[in-house]
């Protein structure tokens, strides 16, 4: 199961066995495109699969926990051509961008409703879809200097996101708000305080904390731990939690198709004119001096 860019590896103990999940990109702070997404997704099958697993630990290597997705291929996973001035491609179809977000938004609800208890070990950068794939486990212990958010929302999204009521749910709509529409980033401190994480823990303890707490869960029953996914998602149901995902990737969707005004900062223009890293300077350079 594992590869040069995802590492996979399952321990068994006494009473159950557990997977440890490492993204293993840490040349890119292991941004998810849709490759490595795809990888992804093929682990969770197997851990969907395999009887004996109990838990999954999901975590990052090198400086981040996960960037988030891949902002160089924004726009061109929809077919968007090539993003040069002389390509005369025809704007992606709504079919190729509903099709392109009803798959991420799924690959996130499978998290959410898996039948094994999920942990996600945070630590450096946890940001869009990296702090959504947080959000969809079971729990969450992060690094204290880990730094968690939603720089994403500063390319226009304005609080569109795949999974706004989970978010909602766990720190209330007024911080919720706040994050999305900011930007900023908080400190894993900050998060344990808010309710985005269980826990927070010295950057070298996060290994071994989250390792005794992911050894403990293997100390439930099979039948317990399914039965308590099962009850958790009818919950969740009840709640309209598990809406997130159809209200994520329909309005995912629209966004793409936002219109600029003239003054309006155009992430995927000026990225074609200056370049992705210089495109980015100048996205949070724009919020110097009013948000922390």
């Not at 292991?30 to 682990?43: P, T, V």
Request: charged share 30%.
């Amino acid at each position: 199961m594992s590869s040069e860019t995802l590492i996979y590896e399952k321990e068994d103990f006494e009473e159950g066995s557990m997977v440890t999940i490492t993204m293993n990109k840490p040349e890119t702070l292991n941004a998810l495109n849709i490759e490595f997404s795809r990888e992804i997704d093929d682990a969770f099958t197997e851990v969907e699969h395999d009887d004996d697993v109990k838990v999954v630990v999901i975590k990052g290597a090198g400086k981040a926990f996960s960037a988030g997705y891949d902002l160089g291929r924004v726009y061109f996973v929809y077919g968007g051509g090539t993003g040069k001035p002389e390509d005369k491609s025809r704007r992606p179809s709504q079919r190729s961008r509903l099709a392109y977000d009803r798959w991420r938004s799924e690959s996130l609800r499978r998290i959410f409703l898996l039948d094994k208890i999920t942990i996600a070990q945070v630590h450096g950068y946890c940001i869009g879809g990296g702090l959504y794939m947080s959000l969809c486990c079971d729990m969450t212990i992060a690094a204290e200097d880990a730094k968690i958010g939603h720089s994403e929302q500063r390319l226009g999204f304005s609080g569109t996101m795949y999974v706004f009521p989970i978010e909602v749910a766990l720190i209330g709509q007024k911080r919720a708000r706040e994050l999305l529409l900011t930007g900023k980033l908080i400190d894993g401190t900050e998060a344990e305080r808010i309710g985005l994480v269980n826990q927070v823990v010295p950057a070298d303890q996060l290994e071994a904390e989250t390792r005794k707490l992911a050894r403990s869960m293997t100390l439930l029953p099979r039948d317990g731990i399914a039965i308590g996914k099962a009850t958790a998602r009818l919950a969740y149901d009840s709640m309209g939690l598990s809406s997130a995902f159809g209200q994520g990737y329909m309005s995912h969707t629209l966004f793409t198709n936002i219109r600029y005004e003239p003054g309006e900062f155009n992430f995927i223009k000026r990225r074609r004119d200056v370049g992705m890293r210089e495109a980015f300077k100048e996205r949070d350079a724009r919020y110097k001096d009013l948000i922390d």
